[in-house]
């Protein structure tokens, strides 16, 4: 079920697992500089992974046309290995309306056992429909 952007309000929260497969970091290591050293990594930068959060988050959604990411703010505190069950939580911080535009702010969270991994926030605007 994909939900409508226009609809989100301040009550919106996900809370999923996630898990980065094997077959992810061998495209990961295919994609970066480690293998210009030969070098095969079993951990993945926070900043990988939290494009693979923001592809999930969008996933959820029906995207308008016209969606602007206005900016983004990302804590990273550990890596990311392979194989392991992680909590995704999503939640919005900030929906309002101003001049015939919706702006809303994601705020997310990467967690295992606990422990947080990386946090951060997203934010997003578009032009209400006609």
Known sequence: MKFNFFS???DFAINETIVFNDDYFKKYNIATSAQISNQLYNKISPLAATAVILGQLLDRFEIPVGLFHTGQNINAFNFIYPN???????????????????FVTFDFQLMQDQQLLISGNTKVTAKLED
């Open 8 to 10: 989100l309000d301040q």
């Open 84 to 102: 392991i069950k992680l909590d995704l939580l999503f939640s919005i911080s900030r929906s309002t309306i101003k001049h015939n535009t919706k």
